[in-house]
């Protein structure tokens, strides 16, 4: 006779994160305002992160549930060992820290690019989720998760955008990497990967028609991602149901990279 698997009695909620204290960088805008929400509404305490005050000032006074507020630079060291512990300070702990700060300042071939602004898209959309992993594994003591907001563009790069496509495939690395050093910990480490959603990052690339249609064109879904396609991808990764999801990244792209 074939021996039967067992089934447990109950199975966690895939993106139930009631209780859970969340840190959100990148938080005062766009893909990180929109997370602020989903998280907050979905029953977690969210730590919000971004260098200009009165953004996430704004966001946490429009949220339902706990919050926090860290006005800083994430990639600063100091600035995110202070986020890890006056979140313990005021909640005990941190659960889920999700790197989402990020900067794409201009779209240039290499030689137009001067090599100050190659640094300061690594030092933002890398170094700095790198410090946040770092602070965020220090005060995990009962396990946690750590997510980076990648790109597509880390996988399939487009001209003029060397610098960012290297940021976000690097943070592909680093999850991997990561993801091996902290399993011990029982921290999971992985990246979700947007495609093209409307938010002012990509502004510019939404009102030019030809940039448009390019993107449009190479999306199976043909269409730009909406508020409601993003969320999901994160309140999985953080919940209990995805405790054996590693070093993975999940692409949240209307099959952008299908095409
Ligand atoms: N929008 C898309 O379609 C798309 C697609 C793929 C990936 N992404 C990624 O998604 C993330 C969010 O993008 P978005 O479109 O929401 O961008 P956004 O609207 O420009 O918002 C970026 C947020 O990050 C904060 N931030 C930037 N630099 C920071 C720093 N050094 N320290 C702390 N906070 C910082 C900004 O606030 P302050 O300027 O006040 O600090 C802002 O709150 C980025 O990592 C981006 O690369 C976006």
């Given at each position: ?23 959100l960088t990148g938080a005062?805008?766009g893909l990180g305002?929109l997370l ?38 994430v ?22 820290w999700i790197s989402n700060a990020g ?22 959309n890398?170094?700095g989720a790198?410090?946040g ?13 750590v997510i980076f907001t990648g790109s597509v563009?880390g ?12 940021s976000k495939?690097?943070l592909v690395?680093?999850a ?14 992985n990246v979700v990967a947007p495609?093209?959603f409307?938010s002012?990052l ?28 993003l969320?999901?991808a994160y309140?999985?990764l ?11 990244v999940l692409?949240v ?7």
């Amino acid at each position: 006779m074939t021996e039967q698997i067992e089934i447990p009695d109950s199975f966690p909620g895939a993106g139930d994160v009631t209780g859970k204290r969340v840190v959100l960088t990148g938080a005062g805008r766009g893909l990180g305002q929109l997370l602020a929400h989903a998280f907050s509404r979905a029953g977690a305490s969210v730590a919000l992160v971004a260098r200009t005050e009165r953004d996430i000032v704004a966001v946490a006074d429009a949220l339902p549930g706990p919050t926090l507020v860290f006005s800083g630079d994430v990639s600063d060291g100091a600035f995110n060992e202070s986020v890890a512990d006056g979140t313990v300070a005021e909640w005990g702990g941190v659960d889920v820290w999700i790197s989402n700060a990020g900067i794409s300042p201009i779209v240039a071939g290499p030689l137009e690019t001067d090599p100050s602004v190659w640094r300061d898209v690594l030092e933002v959309n890398l170094t700095g989720a790198f410090l946040g992993a770092r602070s965020a594994a220090r005060v995990m003591h009962q396990g946690g998760r750590v997510i980076f907001t990648g790109s597509v563009l880390g996988e399939r790069p487009r001209k003029g955008l060397a610098a960012y496509s290297a940021s976000k495939a690097g943070l592909v690395g680093m999850a991997k990497g990561l993801a091996l050093d902290l399993a011990p910990s029982g921290i999971t480490v992985n990246v979700v990967a947007p495609g093209w959603f409307d938010s002012p990052l990509v502004e510019g690339w939404k009102n030019s028609a030809q940039l448009s249609e390019s993107i449009l064109g190479h999306t199976a879904q043909r269409r730009w991602g909406s508020p409601s396609d993003l969320p999901g991808a994160y309140l999985f990764l953080a919940s209990d149901a995805a405790a054996y999801v590693t070093g993975t990244v999940l692409n949240v792209d209307g099959g952008y990279l299908l095409l």
